[in-house]
Every structure is written in structure tokens, then in C-alpha cells.
């Protein structure tokens, strides 16, 4: 099995992609397929049958408007609800504040903690996020429990909502 990547892809609907990646996925010789809207490409699992000219035919047979479409009201959605779960995060940790839960200094190294992902989140970029977290070492204010709570918030998102990130 080997990849083949296409890049320069805009999506401006995720039914046009699903689409276009239920016919490749219906080519022989395509084993997967899923657009990575981080990088607009279409990265396509082959077998070692697959020509690279065979992508390029089907892809150059697409309509332009089917294929180089823009996933600009996607990623809006995708930060809108990035910002709303960072509100809901710092409520939630100054409700603990509050409640004697949590110490300032606590919160505060908890926040430091999930800078960069919150940076990603907050801009639609929830898979980054998630590959963030993964990297974030737990100590003692930001626990393995906050972290697995982290990690199952954001995987369901992208489960739940990143239409164009499925097979």
C-alpha cells in the first residue's frame, strides 16, 4: 500500500468532496481516500496496481466547481465552536476558583499548559489540537483526568463534525 497526495484542493461544501471522494474511493486500484482541509489535498491509499495517471484523469474529469471549492464556511463553524469550548473551559475553571476547587496558580499553569492547543482550536483546527494535546505532560494541576476529558471532547468533535475529514 503507498499514498498519493493531490494538493491545491479548495472545498466550498462538504457534499461536493463526498462526492468526489465516494467516486475515487469506487475507482480500483483506491483502497481510502480523505481530504485533509489543513493542507487542501486529497490523500488517496492505493494498491500497487494504481497509476498516478489514473487519479490525474479521474481528477482533470471533475467539473472545477465539483473539486476546487472553498472550505472557508466550514473552518468558521470549526472556530466558532473552538472559542465557544475555550469559554466554556476558562467558566468552568473560574467556577472552581470560586468553589475553592481549584487554585489561581493551578488555572494558570492549566491555561499555560493548553496554549498551543487552544491556539489551534480556536482557528477550526481541532485535529491539530488534538495532536497538541497529545504532546502536553501532565503534572500536578493539569492531571491525566483533565487531559482525558480534553482528549474525548475534541476526538468526538472531529468524529461528530469534520465532514470533510471522512473517508
Known sequence: MSQFIKSGIKVKAPNHMD???KELNELSGVLSSFY???????IVEINEMWDESNFNTFFDNYDDTDIYLD????????????????RKLRADSVA?????????AD????????EKVKAAVITGDWGTGLEKLNLVEVNSAF???????????????INDEYVLLRP
Not at 96 to 104: C, E, L, P, S
Not at 143 to 157: C, N, R, V
Open 36 to 42: 485533509r482541509g489543513s493542507t487542501d489535498s486529497i
Open 96 to 104: 472552581k476558583i470560586a468553589m475553592g476547587q481549584r487554585t489561581v
Open 71 to 86: 472550505a472557508y464556511d466550514e473552518y468558521l463553524k470549526h472556530e466558532a465552536n473552538g472559542i465557544e469550548e475555550f
Open 107 to 114: 488555572a494558570i499553569e492549566i491555561e499555560s499548559k493548553l
Open 19 to 21: 462526492k468526489f471522494l
Open 143 to 157: 492531571t491525566q483526568e483533565i487531559k482525558d476529558e480534553l482528549i474525548l471532547k475534541i476526538q468526538t468533535y
